[in-house]
């Protein structure tokens, strides 16, 4: 009988190892990783996810799972979202905005043309234990923001990038296609 227990306990553990480990596949496949040197210092570490329709499923039935149906996760976003999570050595210098008065400037990207800028940059003061689950690579060192642009904001084609610059360094984050 106690073997019987325990091989149903070892199979429901296997069941949720592979769709935690099939979930985190689909978040590394919307996200992609930007890390810009000045000199030997890290002056800009990005960790960008794109809110693709097959993250927002995932999410969805992810959160279905761990709470028995109880919570969802959040609707699909309205237009173009990224959740960006950023940390640095210079951590005076951590900001964005949309209106690109801070130390780094976004751009979003499709191919080679540079899209509209963002209608909204907002920080996450504090991520949530829901954040944590639905965005497994988020660090405590990380200072989250949402980035929202319009959902035609690089027109017809699909973005596949972020580029940012500042006085430390310039580099581009691609999503994979």
Do not use: N
Request: aromatic share 8%; with cysteine.
């Amino acid at each position: 009988m106690i073997g019987l227990f325990s091989l149903a306990l070892m199979t429901a553990h296997a069941g949720e190892l592979a769709d935690r480990r099939a979930y985190e596949r689909e978040v590394a496949a919307a996200t992609a990783e930007l890390k810009l040197y000045d000199g030997w210092y890290t002056a800009l570490q990005l960790r960008g996810t794109l809110q693709t329709s097959a993250l927002v499923a995932a999410q969805t039935a992810r959160m279905a799972l761990l709470t028995d149906g109880a919570l969802h996760a959040a609707p699909a976003p309205d237009g173009i979202e990224v959740l960006l999570a950023a940390s640095s050595q210079f951590p005076k210098e951590l900001s964005f905005a949309a209106d690109g008065t801070t130390p780094w400037t976004l751009t979003l990207r499709a191919g080679d043309k540079a899209c509209a800028a963002p209608s909204e940059v907002r920080l996450i003061k504090k991520p949530t234990p829901t954040h944590r689950t639905l965005y497994p690579h988020l660090t405590e060192w990380d200072r989250v923001y949402v980035l929202h642009w319009a959902a035609d904001a690089c027109g017809s084609k699909t973005p596949d990038g972020l580029s940012v610059h500042g006085r430390r360094g310039t580099g581009r984050l691609s999503w994979a296609r």
